[in-house]
């Protein structure tokens, strides 16, 4: 048995504001993270869906608001979570929870298996526009987006 406290993860000194609860842990068959988020930041930087993995928020403090859709062009939907509560994404649903309040947000995000390896991100194609998303690739050993039609790739 494992035993953390999430204020000593130290998320809010993160580039991205998160830390791994589940390494923390040292869970292997489901990630969890731990955010803290500020006025106007987001969990991701951008609508994106985990075609192999379901997620879970569970909003500890403040509230999010996120905007889902059924697929890259589809038209969104804004769902807003308030502390106490959770939202669950299917996988291949696109979603993008941010914090648009005034207050501090801290969330726990939940996936189940641990490893996503199919992630696609919502929005054409810059190099030749005949693709509505991008999958999540590395690129020169850093996290990155290719186009799965004319094989472009770009460093996040």
Do not use: K, W
Request: proline letters at 6%; charged letters at 25%.
């Amino acid at each position: 048995m494992e035993t953390i406290d999430v204020a000593d993860l130290g998320a809010e000194d993160s580039p991205q504001n998160r830390a791994s609860v589940a390494d923390a842990l040292g869970a292997t068959d489901f990630a969890m993270n731990y955010y803290a988020l500020d006025p106007g930041e987001a969990f991701t930087a951008g609508l994106h869906a985990h075609l192999d993995q379901e997620e879970t928020f569970l909003v500890l403090e403040g509230e999010a608001t996120f905007e889902t859709a059924s697929g890259p062009t589809a038209e969104t939907e804004t769902v807003t979570v308030g502390e106490g509560q959770l939202v669950r994404f299917a996988p291949g649903e696109y979603q993008q929870g941010r914090n648009e309040s005034d207050e501090p947000l801290r969330a726990l995000a939940m996936g189940t298996p641990q490893e996503s390896t199919d992630v696609r991100i919502a929005g054409p194609c810059e190099a030749c526009g005949d693709s509505d998303y991008l999958e999540f690739a590395m690129v020169d050993g850093a996290p990155g987006v290719e186009c799965p039609e004319c094989g472009m790739q770009t460093a996040l």
